[in-house]
């Protein structure tokens, strides 16, 4: 059975906290807008509290409504959604940004992530694509859209190799797994997840978990099959 990153957690969550998944979709295309829309309100575990036309109306949004997840388009008016995405971060808004673009160029992959989003899902996705990736960064996971995962693949740098319990250490990590889940599913203290961390932002050159993801995916290090085995 094809389970995504993080839907076991989702489904936890959803259980003890919410019963739907709240969301606000910004986008600067009426047309565009409106098709996305209306296949999310059939979602039965989802519910559209609010849409945006441009970024500065999609953070007051965020802060008035308070949705559990954020579609943002890259380019709007006035503010990008990379700008509104750090804006949730640098506020500490319990707001899960995930951009949904047409733009697939590494530079846009990289700045949405650094600025706090959670997935990056391209226009041509089909909409059972879209739902699993919100459900995916609902549940605390991190999703990448298929196209995008390969274009961030290869590279010539070559960074030190992970060690086979780094690797393991990363790939929960970024499946949402908090430190203590980690330590608990390796059978390892927590301090020593934190040690495998540390190891493994250095060798890669990362700042955070979702950094050291991007450049494992990027280096071959980790695969997106793994990600969503």
Known sequence: ???PVGESLFKKIREEVWSVIRLLLADDHPLTRSGIAAYLEKEQDMALVGEAGDGEEAWEKIRALKPHVALLDIRMPKEDGVAVARKI?????PVIPLMLTSYD???YVVASLRAGAKGYVLKTATPEELTRAVRVVAGGGIYLDSEVSRSMEGGDFTPEPLST???EVLLLAAKGHSSKEVAQELFISDRTVQTHLASIYDKLGAKNKTEAMLLAL???IVTMEELLE
């Open 105 to 107: 160029a590494q530079q």
């Open 165 to 167: 319990r780094e690797r």
């Open 89 to 93: 971060k640098e506020a500490r808004l």
């Open 218 to 220: 990027k280096y071959g």
């Open 1 to 3: 059975m094809f389970l």
